[in-house]
């Protein structure tokens, strides 16, 4: 089975046909994101539950939530990924099925998966490896990893968290490769979220398993953000930079950012401290009500540059100076290096930032741009004195030029293409989907992977940021039914090289009327 061939059909009645994707590889010997491309940069987007806990949570606050997070333009700053927590999503039949809650998603799981990709965002999804969830209102894997991994599929998420409660005796090192092996089974490519809280030590073994890993216990409980609850989780996973990078990272929980409780200054220390770390960024607030320094801080696109630098460095405490707190070791995409200074302390503090610190030989001319404040200086020699309030912080980008070019972020108007088809045989459709980079540069085009079924053809072209991914269909020989494909697509940053996180999508295709061929059901 070549690496490439991972485009998955299905037929009607959702059944999976899979192509490639995974099979005849030995998952464990490498890392799962080799196989699938994704999260190569931190996964960016937004879970219910830091804010709402399980109660409120349905389709009605899912929806205004991606209308929030469209309207206050974190879309266009990279946020992807929203769905429900554990909000009371399914429930298991009698033949052992899930069932989506319909009183709570009237929709049903797969229509509300529909809508977040007709936004051009991509739907994630919660659930548990143990017997139920956490709160024992969901259930949960156990005994069901294939079927309900194969439900994940059909409901078309493209990322699951799998929670850590009521495990009944299970350890993190068994069950979740288990699970990784009925995810990949039911050959939908997804973000795959471990959520042990650090248990079982995930970042010693987990990169060919998932794609990131809760390194702490929960950041807050549900409407209870805790600045002090937030720098203990920041500081367990400091300790473990040498762990993360691309599509392997360290994850602190989700973001507290924009809740009730704390200040601005806090808010964005927090924000600059899960970019240094290169942590997921999940927003966990309500983005329905958000401040405008929320907002602000939220898609500071400059910082989210360092979050979303392709080297996918996680930077650590290079030294301590009083209460502050030299955070680098994080070099970027174009040579440049981000620094933080933190100061968790009560008084002002003034630092001296060598060019040593930043990862420069002394002797270096630098240029110095605050991630904050938007200005250059430069250059200069020798030390830069950075002035810090209590509890704030100093994010800086440091060059030996005066260019802060920004990695890509890639911002599609639609993750899904739908087609219906009277069953002519001469008939002939087209859609297209636009596929833009925010970042600084004109990307390479996209290449879209080979094993595409006969009655799907995908061209792509460029202007300038933007490129367009053209769907032809062809329903010459279909029968009536349902046809479904995966699209995926990969791309490379071209000042570093490296790969970019790839690119999926769903094309849909209802043949019906009389049709070329036999019934497809
Ligand atoms: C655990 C997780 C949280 C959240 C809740 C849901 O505590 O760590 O992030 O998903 O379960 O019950």
Not at 165 to 176: E, R
Not at 236 to 264: F, R, V
Not at 476 to 487: C, K, Q, S, T
Request: with cysteine.
């Amino acid at each position: 089975m070549t690496k490439l061939a991972r485009i998955v059909t299905t037929v009607s009645m959702g059944l999976l046909l899979l192509v490639g994707f995974g099979r005849g590889e030995d998952p464990a010997a490498k890392l799962r994101s080799d196989q699938d491309g994704l999260a190569l940069t931190p996964p960016m987007g937004w879970y219910p539950w830091n804010e709402f806990g399980q109660e409120p949570q349905n389709e009605k606050l899912i929806k205004e939530t991606v209308e929030a997070l469209v309207r206050s333009g974190m879309k266009e700053a990279g946020y992807t990924y929203i769905g429900p927590d554990e909000g009371i999503c399914f429930s298991r039949d009698a033949s052992g099925k899930l069932t989506p809650n319909l009183a709570r998603y009237p929709s049903g799981l797969r229509g509300l998966g529909d809508y977040v990709h007709q936004q051009g965002l991509k739907y994630a999804l919660y659930t548990d490896a143990g017997t139920h969830t956490c709160s024992k209102a969901m259930p949960g894997t156990k005994g069901h990893e294939f079927e309900d991994m194969k439900a994940f599929a059909e409901w078309r998420a493209d990322y699951v968290k799998v929670d850590w409660c009521n495990t009944a005796g299970q350890t993190p090192q068994t069950a979740y490769p288990k699970l990784r092996d009925a995810q990949l089974a039911a050959g939908r490519p997804l973000v795959f979220s471990l959520c042990s809280w650090g248990q079982g030590q995930p970042w010693k073994w987990a990169a060919s398993v998932g794609h990131l890993w809760r390194t702490t216990e929960d950041i807050c409980e549900p409407g209870k953000a805790s600045w002090t609850a937030a720098l203990k989780n920041v500081e367990a996973n400091e300790k473990l930079s040498a762990s993360a990078g691309p599509g392997h990272w360290n994850d602190p929980d989700m973001m507290i950012t924009g809740m009730s409780g704390l200040s601005e200054v806090q808010n964005r220390s927090l924000f600059s401290l899960w970019c240094m770390m290169a942590s997921p960024l999940m927003a966990g607030n309500d983005l329905r009500s958000m401040t405008e320094s929320t907002v602000k801080i939220l898609t500071n696109r400059e910082a989210i540059g360092i979050n979303q630098d392709p080297l996918g460095i996680q930077a650590r405490i290079v030294r301590k100076d009083g209460a502050a707190e030299i955070w680098a070791g994080k070099r970027l995409f174009d040579g440049s290096q981000a620094v933080l200074v933190f100061n968790p302390g009560e008084a002002p503090a003034q630092v001296q930032v060598t060019p040593g610190d930043a990862g420069f030989e002394e002797s270096a001319s630098l240029y110095v741009r605050d991630m904050w404040t938007h200005q250059t200086s430069g250059p200069r020699a020798g030390s830069i004195r950075v002035t810090v309030g209590p509890k704030d912080v100093a994010l800086l980008r440091i060059s030996k030029t005066s260019s802060f070019p920004l990695p890509p972020i890639i911002v599609a108007d639609s993750y899904r293409v739908v087609f219906h088809a009277s069953g002519n045989s001469a008939q002939k459709l087209a859609k297209a989907i636009a596929v833009k980079n925010n970042g600084s540069s004109e990307l390479p085009l996209w290449k879209v992977s080979p094993g595409l079924p006969s009655w799907l053809s995908v061209t792509v072209t460029p202007s300038g940021k933007t490129q367009t991914f053209s769907n032809q269909v062809s329903v010459a020989g279909l029968g009536r039914g349902h046809y479904h494909a995966v699209v995926k697509a990969d791309n490379r940053e071209p000042l570093s090289g490296l790969p970019m996180s790839a690119l999926y999508y769903d094309v849909d295709l209802e043949v019906s009327g009389a049709a070329g061929g036999p019934a497809n059901n």
